[in-house]
């Protein structure tokens, strides 16, 4: 099978797959049922799911120890530019979405 020919293969990658996996399905079924039996606004569908979406990354950040990623990083135009059009980007996105 796929293993067996995957050169990379390590157990920790497929472990973070799993997870994510299990947050996405668990993100797409609450959300569908909160926007089924919530009355809200389409923005307001895009922020409660990018609400839900800060959790696990607030737990994510330290225990990955992002901050000292971060705090490396240099700070110009190459940097702020693609920020900000992946923000843009995603807004749209989360907003098309509903």
Request: charged share 10%; aromatic share 16%.
């Amino acid at each position: 099978g796929y293993v067996m020919v995957d050169d990379g293969y390590e157990v920790r990658a497929y472990v973070w797959l799993f997870c994510w996996y299990c947050f996405f399905v668990f993100d797409t079924v609450y959300v569908k049922h909160m926007c089924e039996s919530v009355p809200m606004t389409n923005w307001g569908r895009v922020y409660y799911t990018n609400a839900l979406a800060l959790v696990p990354l607030m737990v994510t950040l330290p225990t990955l120890n992002e901050q000292a990623v971060l705090a490396e990083v240099e700070w110009g135009i190459e940097t702020i530019g693609p920020l900000v059009l992946s923000c843009v980007v995603g807004v749209c996105m989360s907003h098309a979405a509903y």
